[in-house]
Structures are given as structure tokens and as C-alpha cells.
């Protein structure tokens, strides 16, 4: 089981910025693809921006141009760069780690961020 500890919501003003951090536990971090989501209460959990391990992103419509993901393998960590954020951005964000090949995903505990206008 891959442990996914998420670091570095907080409460921001409209136009500010946050960084996101996901540290995981265990060897396979560099063979996954690791993804952030978002939730708000009442709706489902999103997909809002993904690597695989060779490095490729792929962004939510919502965010692309205003967030950007990176990992860094040699500290089996993913990060989440959140600028220009808005309120609508307002949610629990969540990591995820995925390996299909070896049937291992897991999510972190979940880190709150709030926009406020």
C-alpha cells in the first residue's frame, strides 16, 4: 500500500498562488502516473491535472494555463503550482497515485484550499 501525504492548502486572496505538495511512500512513485483532483461538497471528485512518468501533463480545461504539475522522482514527490486561483477554485484537492500494471492506486488525505473573492 502506497501512503500519499498532501502538504500545502491554505486560505489565499483571488489572483494569489499556492504549491501543492504530494509525498509518497514506498518505490513505485517513479512508475506512476500521479494525478491531482478537486471536490467540492455534494458534487464528485475531479480530475484536474495528471504526469505520467515519463513526464507528460495533461490539464482540465478549468485550470489549464493557470496551474501546473511536476514531480520530482528523487524525492517521490508531485507538486501543484496554483496561480491566478479564483474562487471558484475552492476545494478539498486530493492526490492520487496510479499504477495499473501492478493494480496500485491510492488517494491522500485530502488538503482544503479556499479562494477568497
Known amino acids: 500500500q502506497v501512503q500519499l501525504v498532501e502538504s500545502g492548502g491554505g486560505l489565499v486572496q483571488a489572483g494569489g498562488s499556492l504549491r501543492l505538495s504530494c509525498a509518497a511512500s514506498?518505490?513505485?512513485?517513479?512508475?506512476?502516473?500521479m494525478g491531482w483532483y478537486r471536490q467540492t461538497p455534494g458534487k464528485q471528485r475531479d480530475l484536474i491535472a495528471s504526469i505520467t512518468a515519463g513526464g507528460s501533463t495533461d490539464y482540465a480545461d478549468s485550470v489549464k494555463g493557470r496551474f501546473t504539475i511536476s514531480r520530482d522522482n528523487t524525492k517521490n514527490t508531485v507538486y501543484l503550482q496554483m496561480n491566478s486561483l479564483k474562487p471558484e477554485d475552492t476545494a478539498v484537492y486530493y492526490c492520487?497515485?496510479?499504477?495499473?500494471?501492478?493494480?496500485?492506486?491510492?488517494w491522500g488525505q485530502g488538503t482544503q484550499v479556499t479562494v477568497s473573492s
Open positions: 492520487n497515485i496510479n499504477q495499473p500494471q501492478l493494480r496500485i492506486t491510492s
Open positions: 514506498g518505490s513505485i512513485f517513479r512508475i506512476s502516473t
